[in-house]
């Protein structure tokens, strides 16, 4: 029997002997920090966005400098750029394996991402990080180039698996605390099918001079908007919700946008989120960063190519106006969010989409510029310029019927004109003369239509 115990000893010990000199570095170091064996240890785990690369960087940095902790950070290199590195693999690693493509430890790369006003962050691309104080822990940061299989996995490791829970969930905290894009314009645009970025866009600074509306009608749209906003917290004491709707329709050029981006840069501190073009697909999205951001504004131009009206001809089911009322529906009363919708076309927008309060609780017309409106405009687009001999109540009432964008061209276009015959740019009669038949002549059909251009060459 002993001779058996003898035996037994001897096969344990030249096993772990054997297991010892085909250990590999960096299960080795696991084991050294932990002072256990890694592979008996728990993971947890918490996958994030490609986008939210900046986030997870930031709040790392700020965790790892703060609470007495201390760390060591490890690069790592495994098989290609296309196989996520997993915390479980480098604590069962062997040195044979090497041979095989694992990972092992190698230079720490960065990729430099850029942030709004010229400010970037270096965030780790895969790295290795032994937290030692106040707890022991190994955090694991990595992603994986494929298509399918982008976004970044953050690892932790720890003795006990509530101690890693807590670190991601402090994690978390900090990446909403210090968001990256809180307070900023951002759009986010389909990269491939499973990579989404998002962007920072300029917010053109626009003054309420700027905008030229007819009687109190901005300050109604201000009402609804900014002065919520304002009095957010008297107000939800009050049980008013803030979750908000506005619609701006009317007529191409009449100010919808640049109304949309005054309220914008007055409604300070909220996260705004433009949905143009190709990103008007990503609703859910882009609802899910302002709820997480909030305040925060959703600016959704031209809606009706997503919420047409869907009793009309030829009109198939369309997934993401139902992906848009199902958004609006689902955020909390309390939610600080404000949609702020654009469309020419408000004849052919889905009836549903204003049939629930906290969708859109006011639709306003911006229309076309009246006789004083079309005067304030000549007067705002035409500073910089020197008027000579002009007109101007002729123009005022040759423009009938045009809007503010089509004024502005004129003017500017008659600059262009002048600016051929001398240094000097003096515009006169002859210049805007020559800029409208410019524009409505070889505009065609469209332009006329648009912009009452017959109108005003027969009233030339």
Same mark, same amino acid.
């Given at each position: ?14 096993? $772990? ?31 994030? #966005? ?26 790592? &290199? ?26 092992? &430890?190698? #230079? ?44 970044? @996995? ?14 991601? +969930? ?24 499973? @990579? &989404? ?43 008013? $919700? ?6 701006? $329709? ?8 640049? @109304? ?29 960063? +302002?709820?997480?951001?909030?305040? +925060? ?133 002859? $210049? ?14 469209? @332009? ?13």
């Amino acid at each position: 029997m002993s001779f058996g115990m003898n035996v037994l000893r001897k096969l344990i010990e030249l096993a $772990h002997e054997r297991v010892s000199k085909d250990e590999s570095v960096l299960r080795k170091k696991l084991r050294d920090h932990f002072e256990l064996d890694p592979a008996a240890l728990p993971i947890v785990e918490a996958s994030f #966005p490609e986008y939210d690369r900046p986030n997870v960087q930031v709040a790392l940095d700020a965790m790892l400098g703060e609470g007495g902790r201390s760390h060591a950070l490890l690069g790592l &290199i495994g098989r290609d750029s296309y196989n996520r590195i997993r915390l479980g693999q480098l604590a069962t690693a062997t040195e044979s394996g090497l041979f095989e493509g694992g990972p092992t &430890i190698g #230079p720490v790369e960065y990729k430099t991402v850029d942030l709004d006003a010229g400010q970037k962050v270096s965030c780790l691309r895969c790295g290795l990080l032994l937290v030692h104080t106040p707890e022991r822990l190994a955090v694991l940061v990595s992603g994986s180039e494929r298509p399918w299989d982008g976004g970044l @996995t953050v690892s932790v490791m720890a003795p006990e698996r509530e101690a890693g829970e807590r670190f991601l +969930a402090m994690l978390r905290r900090t990446m909403l605390e210090r968001n990256v894009y809180r307070g900023k314009v951002v759009s986010l645009d389909q990269v491939d099918r499973s @990579t &989404i970025e998002v962007s920072f866009r300029p917010l053109r600074e626009v003054g309420a001079g700027d905008l030229i509306l007819p009687g109190d009608l901005l300050r109604r749209i201000e009402r609804s908007t900014i002065r919520i906003s304002e009095h957010a917290r008297p107000l939800l004491s009050a049980g008013r $919700h803030l979750k908000r709707g506005v619609l701006l $329709h009317g007529p191409p050029g009449t100010g919808k946008t640049l @109304t949309a981006m005054y309220l914008a840069s007055r409604m300070e501190g909220r996260t705004v989120i433009l949905l143009t073009g190709r990103s008007q697909s990503l609703i859910r999205q882009s609802c899910a960063m +302002a709820r997480f951001l909030q305040p +925060a504004t959703v600016v959704l131009e031209d809606v009706d190519l997503v919420a047409e009206d869907r009793t009309r001809p030829d009109q198939s089911c369309n997934g993401v106006l139902f992906e848009l009322l199902n958004e609006m529906d689902g955020l909390g009363e309390d939610a600080d969010v404000l949609f702020l919708l654009t469309t020419n076309r408000p004849d052919i927008l889905e009836p549903a989409l204003a049939s629930r309060p906290g969708r859109v609780d006011l639709a306003i017309e911006v229309p076309l510029p009246d006789g004083e409106g079309r005067r304030r405009m000549f007067e705002l687009y035409g500073r910089g310029l020197t008027l000579k001999g002009v007109d101007l109540p002729r123009w005022i009432a040759r423009t009938e019927g045009a809007s503010g964008a089509f004024i502005r061209e004129l003017l500017r276009k008659a600059a262009v004109f002048a600016a051929e015959e001398g240094q000097e740019i003096v515009v006169d009669d002859r $210049h805007l003369d020559d800029a409208i038949r410019e524009l409505v002549l070889c505009g065609g059909g469209l @332009t006329k239509s648009l912009l009452a251009a017959q109108k005003m060459i027969e009233g030339g």
